[in-house]
């Protein structure tokens, strides 16, 4: 675990958040990552090495071109990496066939777009349950936990709803509920605030931090707003496929709080499309 | 995830599109409807043609004096001017002959009938009394002659329903005098009403005498044009033929250069040609009906393919959450075949619903088939597969990464 030794010391001074001793959630190693188009390689990845822990709350940056999407879609389970290990949460993942992967991300990672991707003229609750369905969860139970994961993210009395009928925020809000709803490893967040004005994004922010902190699910954040990226305890940059810098947020912002502060738009319920 | 969760999950896919699903069920529908009731209109022909030879007898011959043979086309005449069978002929067939149960000559004499002040024209046929065991067909009141009346040439006759209707109004007609050419006749039987033959022909405008009576007293003549002839089964009608031809041949004292003189048709062969045709006429409308079944599947092929490119967001959202290919390719490959088989089930009801509602509006007879609905449920549930196995085959294989950015 080399890795492991090369990273800690950057995040380890100074934070009481972090638990040294929390097992390690996804762990690159060396990652590469070639693409061929026509007879141009493109070297999206060169080379990343990288430990995210149980419960921390990391955000990756970086300009495009530099890798941070091709990075999510293999801490995805989406694309394999050419070369390199990517272990998560224990198993070595980066050489699966396309239906272990398939099978992993069911099992072990919620996502949440940028654009929702939630199915169209389908319930809130039954977008929801779509995890379990594939994960073969029985009717009764599957109907329980999605009651459960919408009510989390603040969403009782809309199951109903039809995305349609929802606002961009808590179109957003469902996804969240879905990605948690199998009870994930780790949930990864690509532009979730994207879509979303400010105030909207700060409410999902707060719904990452408080799953973050009372649940202590592990998320990976992908943005290119640095102010979103404050929200998360870590900060990673990547720059021409390599990590640029990899460090604790300092001034972290709690959206619970600035929440408090804000004014309130008490018409969420108006579609905001 | 099971099977029966991928076919939720087919269902629920189908229920967010009512209307497309409708439609593209629609050319199945059509199709499957089509070949049930082109098929029942078949079989009904076929049915009704096999009833109304069944009704003449399959185990029946036909022998008619002379064989006509115009320039190669050769038919048995049963023409007044050919001599050649005799009641002899007959007796030696009945006699001589294992195959053969009955015989009857029928010798036809037209005439005018008159009862009281009534008069009808019509043929009265000179038949033996084993008639109507011969051509299944019974007297309704009354009897038949018995080989008593035919060995004496008894002056009896049966007359058909039509002849009773014109000729006695409101009465009843046993025991009633008629006469025929001026000789008085008695009416002992009325047949059973046959009503009409294929052709439109009145079957019940007929009298029936026995044909010693015919030939002594009203034609005057002892030759027989034609008789028929009951083999002992249907097996047995073949058997029959030879061994007719063979004695026949044999008593007309022929050699073997020279033509028969005679022509013994056989019922089977009659009954098999028709069959033939209306097995054909089926066969023609299936094909036809089979066509918009296949253009059905096609239009399935077409939306599911539309649907596949469609979809391809929802395909890489349900990819990226964790759905195997094979559970999207299963999923897929299930919305077409359920599209198919409903569209099957709601077709076998409008084909049925038509074929019954055929009869009553255009009078031709039907016959549900069994075979064409079986046939019309495995047809379409295999149109469902293959015309559905390339689009899901197409949406199993997409990237779910390429399929999350597509717009």
Known sequence: ?273 | MNLLMIIRVAFRALVRNKMRAALTMLGIIIGVAAVIAMVSIGQGASASVQAQIESIGTNLLFVSAGAQNVGGVRSGTGDTGTNTMTVDDLDAIKREVPSVSMVTPNVNARSQLVAGNMNWNTGVTGVSEQYPEIRKWPVASGSFFTDADVRTAARVIVIGQTLADNLYPGQDPIGQDIRVMNLPFRVVGVMLRKGQDPQGRDQDDVAFAPYTTVQKKILGRDRIQIAFVSAISQDATYTAQSQITDLLRQRHKLTASEPDDFTVRNMTDVAEAANETSKTMTILLACIAGVSLLVGGIGIMNIMLVSVTERTREIGIRMAIGARSSAVRSQFLIESIVLSLMGGAIGIVLGVALSLAIPAFLGWPTLVSMMAIIGSVLFSGAVGIFFGYYPARKAASLDPIEALRYE
Not at chain 1, 38 to 63: K, P
Not at chain 1, 116 to 124: C, I, V
Request: proline residues 4%; hydrophobic residues 35%.
């Open chain 1, 1 to 273: 675990m080399s890795t492991t030794v090369a990273v800690e010391p950057q995040f380890q001074p100074g934070l009481a958040v972090q638990v040294p001793e929390a097992r390690p959630v996804i762990e690159l190693d060396h990652i590469h990552k070639t693409y061929t188009m026509g007879d141009v390689e493109v070297h999206a990845l060169r080379g990343v090495s990288l430990t995210i822990r149980e419960g921390e709350f990391v955000a990756i940056m970086g300009a495009s071109g530099s890798g941070k999407s091709t990075t999510m879609n293999i801490l995805g389970c989406l694309d394999r990496p050419t070369r390199g290990t990517y272990i998560l949460d224990g198993e070595d993942v980066s050489q699966m066939s396309k239906d272990e992967r398939a099978d992993i991300r069911c099992q072990k990672i919620g996502f949440v777009f940028q654009g929702f991707n939630l199915l169209s003229r389908t319930s809130a609750l039954e977008n929801v349950e779509l995890p379990m369905l594939y994960l073969g969860v029985d009717a009764a139970t599957r109907h329980q936990r999605a009651l459960e994961a919408l009510a989390a993210v603040g969403l009782s009395g809309r199951e109903q709803n039809h995305p349609n009928q929802l606002s961009g925020g808590q179109q957003q809000r469902v996804a969240v509920a879905r990605s948690l709803v199998n009870n994930p490893a780790l949930i990864l967040a690509d532009e979730p605030t994207g879509n979303l004005d400010s105030r909207t994004s700060v409410e999902v922010m707060e719904i990452f931090q408080r799953l973050n902190r009372e649940r202590g699910i592990t998320l990976v954040l992908v943005t290119h707003e640095p102010d979103i990226a404050e929200y998360a305890d870590r900060v990673i940059v990547f720059k021409d496929g390599k990590i640029k810098s990899d460090r604790p947020v300092e001034h972290r912002r709690n959206a619970a709080e600035e929440l408090k502060n804000l004014p309130i738009i008490d018409d969420e319920d108006d579609e905001e499309e």
